[in-house]
Every structure is written in C-alpha cells, then in structure tokens.
C-alpha cells in the first residue's frame, strides 16, 4: 500500500503561483510513476502532469509552460509548481501514484483562482 498526502492548496489571484506537494508513504519502492490530476466542479477528473522513475515528464496542453512536475526521492516527494494561474485552474488537485499494478490517490488539495 502507498500512502499520499498533498498539500500547499489555497487561494490564489490570477497571475499568480502556487506550489503543491505530494508525500509519499508506505510500499514506496514500488512507485513507477506520480502525478497530478485535477476535478473541477461540474467536470470529468483530468490529467495535469505525470512523471516517471527516470524523470520524464508529461503535461497536459493546459499545463504546459506554465506548471512544472519535479520529485525529490529523498523525502519522496513530488511537487507541481504552477505560475500564471488562470480562473480556469480552479479545481480539486490530486496526487496520484502508479506502481506495482495498482493505482493509489492522495485526498486531494483545493486550489481556487480568483481576485
């Protein structure tokens, strides 16, 4: 079992940054690949950024050039730095973690865009 736990949600205006992060616990030597998803309300959950044990990355259209995927083996921990935020970013994000043949999800962190 993989445990994860995010965090760094918030409130946020447009324009501007904030970074989350995702702790990893348990089974974590069966880790492949991390990510971020997001659910907006109203809407299907969707692919934000993955990466994998060789840190190749993958970002949605929506994410690119403004988000950016990293991992710290150290602390097991995944981060998404994301800049010039959008209203359209407003959503439920969470962290997601594949490995093993299973697929675990962390509790999810709000993030709201607004002025």
């Known amino acids: 079992q993989v445990q994860l736990v995010e965090s760094g949600g918030g409130l946020v205006q447009p324009g501007g940054s904030l970074r989350l992060s995702c702790a990893a616990s348990g089974s974590i030597s069966s880790i492949a690949t991390m990510g971020w998803h997001r659910q907006a309300p109203g809407k299907a959950r969707e692919l934000v950024t993955v990466i994998n044990s060789s840190s190749r990355t993958t970002y949605a259209d929506s994410a690119k050039g403004r988000f950016t995927i990293s991992r710290d083996p150290a602390k097991n921990t995944v981060y998404l730095q994301m800049n010039s935020l959008k209203p359209e970013d407003t959503a439920v994000y969470y962290c997601?973690?594949?490995?093993?043949?299973?697929?675990?999800w962390g509790q999810g962190t709000q993030v709201t865009v607004s002025s």
């Open positions: 997601y973690a594949f490995g093993g043949g299973k697929g675990y």
